[in-house]
Nanobody
Framework: QVQLVESGGGVVQAGGSLSLSCVGS????????MGWFRHAPGKEREAVAA????????????YYLNSVKGRFTISRDNAKNTVYLQMNSLKPEDTAVYYC????????????????WGQGTQVTVSS
């Protein structure tokens, strides 16, 4: 079992920045691929960023939704068992509940199933 707790959401003006954190417990997150998803009202949940397992033989790779490339950065601090999503140049369309998720497989890209989910943190970007 993996428990995930997101934090760092809030209200920010367009063009501003927020940093989200996902702290894991119960297991070492370095052995999981991690992803950030968002779910906005009236829209389907979408993956925005992912980072591969730290023990992957192919090395650590990151993946991003096209609309957030160059603005969002996913990273991890294994010593703190934490995954981050740095969000810069935020736009109103980034408004959503953001979820952290973990997967046990070695899948690449943004697709594929995730096994564990956090409760989410609200990000609101005002115009």
């Amino acid at each position: 079992q993996v428990q995930l707790v997101e934090s760092g959401g809030g209200v920010v003006q367009a063009g501003g920045s927020l940093s989200l954190s996902c702290v894991g417990s119960g297991r070492t997150l370095s052995r999981y691929g991690m992803g950030w998803f968002r779910h906005a009202p009236g829209k389907e949940r979408e993956a925005v960023a992912a980072i591969s397992r730290s023990d992957s033989c192919s090395g650590t790779n990151t993946y991003y939704l096209n609309s957030v490339k160059g603005r969002f950065t996913i990273s991890r601090d294994n010593a703190k068992n934490t995954v981050y999503l740095q969000m810069n140049s935020l736009k109103p369309e980034d408004t959503a509940v953001y979820y952290c998720a973990a997967r046990v497989d070695y899948g690449v890209g943004l697709g594929g199933p995730y096994d564990y989910w956090g409760q989410g943190t609200q990000v609101t970007v005002s115009s």
